[in-house]
């Protein structure tokens, strides 16, 4: 037998989708009304989790994510919410976009795990 198969219980599983839709939101990938994917996070965390107004998790096993709350807020009923984001590249580029969701070629890429890091700021 090759390699090695975790077996979770059901409330193991179900706790790692509670964390990952807290974490991300529902529906990461989406395709805009002209068909081109888009990337869009909304978390659902409360503001204690922001250690320093900074929330960090990876993303899809290989993408460093960094939420910025320098507000302190909740991210949800009338609290912060994402508005731009800055991505690094393979090549350690830097790319930032000010929209609160990512368009092609940015989305594609991070789906491909071609982004290595991406900064989210709040507000």
Known sequence: MAGFVA????????FIDMWLHMTTGKNIFYLDKAGQLCFKLAPILPSWLFAKGQFNFRLLG????????????NTYNNGVAPVSYKLT???N????????????????QIRERQIKKIVVALA
């Open 93 to 108: 580029q830097e790319v930032e976009i000010n929209k609160p969701f990512i368009a092609e070629p940015y989305a594609s």
């Open 7 to 14: 077996r979770l219980s059901g409330g193991a599983a179900e």
């Open 89 to 91: 590249l393979a090549n």
């Open 62 to 73: 290989t993408i460093e994510v960094t939420y910025l709350n320098s507000k302190n807020k």
